[in-house]
Nanobody
Framework: QVQLVESGGGLVQAGDSLRLTCAASGRSTSTYVTAWFRQAPGKEREFVASIRLPGTKISCAESVLGRFTISRDDAKNTVYLQMNSLVPEDTAVYFC?????????????????WGPGTQVTVSS
């Protein structure tokens, strides 16, 4: 089993930056696909970004391309989401997810493990 815990959320103003952290425990996630999803009030959970081996392949949703960066530190069993130039539309609960056998990184149903989420609120 893998346990995931997100941190780093908060209330910021438009244009600010935040860095979210997803700490994994239980087993190493170095061979897993790890991703960030988000869910705004009244909306479905949507894909934000993912990172996977080999070669640290990265995928990002078009809405965050150029503003958000996903990275991983396998020595710390941790994945980060650096969020720059935040806008009110980025307001959501952000979830970390991990899975080993992922065909479609944007599909939330393919991930085996989820964290409880961290709230990000961007004021205008």
């Amino acid at each position: 089993q893998v346990q995931l815990v997100e941190s780093g959320g908060g209330l910021v103003q438009a244009g600010d930056s935040l860095r979210l952290t997803c700490a994994a425990s239980g087993r190493s996630t170095s061979t897993y696909v790890t991703a960030w999803f988000r869910q705004a009030p009244g909306k479905e959970r949507e894909f934000v970004a993912s990172i996977r081996l080999p070669g640290t392949k990265i995928s990002c949703a078009e809405s965050v391309l150029g503003r958000f960066t996903i990275s991983r530190d396998d020595a710390k069993n941790t994945v980060y989401l650096q969020m720059n130039s935040l806008v009110p539309e980025d307001t959501a609960v952000y979830f970390c997810a991990a899975g080993q056998f992922i065909m479609d990184v944007t599909s939330r149903g393919e991930y085996d493990f989820w964290g409880p989420g961290t709230q990000v609120t961007v004021s205008s």
